[in-house]
């Protein structure tokens, strides 16, 4: 049981995350795996038939009675609540772990994006139950960084933390999924949020301003690959404009390029713009073109041409032309 993984949450980002788990993990140990949809965990369990063993949970109690090191990814607060503190099927619901002396052993790495104020509560929830520690863990790199076991983990971990064991497990469970050189102590818990949130603001904000910029070029009748060679090369560069190019057939491995596959959904754009905003807003700083982009996305989110399409196809919301 010791060496055993739990992961929780097998979407766009959990399932590569998962594989690469159990790629990396030992060979011998088991990765209990556990989504609210039956298809993710079966589809999931087929991919590592050659990796070691997998087995399908009922509830993220099962997962924490059958393993110490428990990942989880799931859309937003509430979700994160009901998988933690749930008075049946959630995490505390578990019973003690039966081969180690208490079940304050536990780690948890919780990688989705929510607000700061609920990883801190599910956080000191579970270590005032003696549950062990949990570290808000949110990642960074979208589906191509989780599918190639690259992406940056952000965590509310302290690099002086005193309790050395727990800490160096996250690290070595972040490196089944993470590159070494983008796994970041962003200090105590919630700053691992903290930090996610202010790289968000960014990201997402900058993937309205690629798509407004492309679409004024496109239309006043430049080629789309002379702009966006001339913005890579000048001071607009950014990383959204290179890897997630809202024009299609620019970038191959952009969602554009393949009829806006997910990719991160507009509607979540609306949740992580609308978490920054209102972090900003909790220590008194204006965030003027976050609250702009916020009212485009909430648009694009309700729009059943646009649903269930990466967020790059706002592109499309404001008119932008293929060529
Ligand atoms: P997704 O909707 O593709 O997947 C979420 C999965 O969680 C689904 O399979 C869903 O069935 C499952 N789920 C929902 N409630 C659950 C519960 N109570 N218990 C267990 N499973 C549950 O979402 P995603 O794109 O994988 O994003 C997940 C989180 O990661 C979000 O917070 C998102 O903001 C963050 N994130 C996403 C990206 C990205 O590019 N997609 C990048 C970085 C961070």
Known sequence: MEKNVGFIGLGAMGSPMAFNVRKNMPPDATLFIYDVLVDPAERLKAACETLG??????????????ALTIISIVPAAQHVKAVYLDANSGVTAAKDATDVPTNSRRIYLECSTIDIATATSVGNSLKQAGMGTYVD????????????????FLLGLD????DRSSSDRVLSTAHYMGSPSKIFHCGGLGKGLAAKLCNNYLSCTFLLANSEAMATGLRLGLDKHVLHKVIHESTGQNFMLDHVCPVPDVVPHAPSSNNYKLGFKAEMLVKDVGLAVDAANSVGIKPTIGEAAMNVYRQVAVDEEYQGRDGSIVYKFLGGPDN
């Not at 863990?137 to 940056?152: H, M, Q």
């Open 159 to 162: 690099s002086n933390s005193k």
């Open 53 to 66: 063993p997998v087995k399908i949970a009922k509830s993220p109690r099962e997962v924490a009675e059958n």
């Open 137 to 152: 863990s949110p990642v960074s790199g979208g589906v191509p960084a989780a599918e190639r076991g690259a992406l940056s």
